[in-house]
């Protein structure tokens, strides 16, 4: 972690998104619908599109793999995204958003976890970390521009960001509902929660699985603003201005100070974090009930 000189304090010895590569198309890129020069050349993959602005320094992420559940390659994607506009000089912040109808993000890919042997929940447990990590640490200026459903691992990548703004819909919920579906938030997400909404909401939050809808969502601190859906990009961009008004050495390394010691606990333990969940999932009740919260979820589309 290059902290006292660059101030880019993601943990890149630890990160290697390159090695979880596995046939993503990421890499591609394309002059923006506008046209332009290099600073309007936007980039992506199957599933994340970026479209950068160079003259403000921001980046629009968007997620646009069906019901954006986090599949191993989503994930794969998102980090190297990331990785590609941290290396790059010009870029100071990120929006995250879906380009998917109604949903932000589902969530884990439940068919990455179900009928599937230990080895590969390992492999995407890691892969999970691995995207928290990032994200939680980075250097840059990421807002969650959430414009629709944001459960579970969903809401992991909001929380990850440094502000989050709902679109005002009641059916936009978030919140950590893993205790429905019979599974555990690890304990780096549980501390991502309580430094975010404090123990007592988050005792409560987590026990109970709540998804919030936006009006609960803003009260009880999960997001920062709530406003009308057409407004959720033009509101993400002023709330980047502001944070992107401070020196970004500063607020760095006061990211970095506030942020460390949550990151450095999964750091310590992160094979012994990935041995739990996959010993957690892998049992046949646990099977069981992620097979028929996925059956039930296939069936409410019918
Ligand atoms: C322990 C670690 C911490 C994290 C835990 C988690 O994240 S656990 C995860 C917790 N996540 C949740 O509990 C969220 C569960 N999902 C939902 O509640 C809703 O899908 C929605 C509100 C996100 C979108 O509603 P909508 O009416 O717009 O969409 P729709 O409902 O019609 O679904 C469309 C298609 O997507 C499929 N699919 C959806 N989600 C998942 C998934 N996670 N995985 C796989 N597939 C998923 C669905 O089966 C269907 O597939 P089909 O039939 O086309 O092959």
Redesign the pocket.
Known sequence: MALASGVRFAPRALLRPWALLRGTTLGRTEPAAGGGGDGARRFGSQRVLVEPDAASGVAVMKLRN??N??SLELLTELVISLEKLENDKTFRGIILTSDCP??FC??????EICGRNPAHCAEYWKAMQELWLRMYLSSLVLVAAING?C????C?IALSCDCRVLADNPKYRIGL??TL?G????FW?KDTYVNTIGHRASEQALQLGSLFPPAEALQVGLVDQVVPEDQVQSTALSEMARWLAVPDHARQLTKNMMRKATADRLLRQRDADTQN?VSFVCRDSIQKSLQAY?EK??Q??G
Not at 151 to 154: E, F, I, R, T, Y
Not at 183 to 186: F, T, V
């Open positions: 069906p019901s559940a986090l109604r949903v589902a969530g884990l890919d439940l068919t459903a459960p579970a691992g969903g992991i509902n893993e579906l599974i555990i938030a690890p997400l969940f996925l979820l296939r409410r589309k």
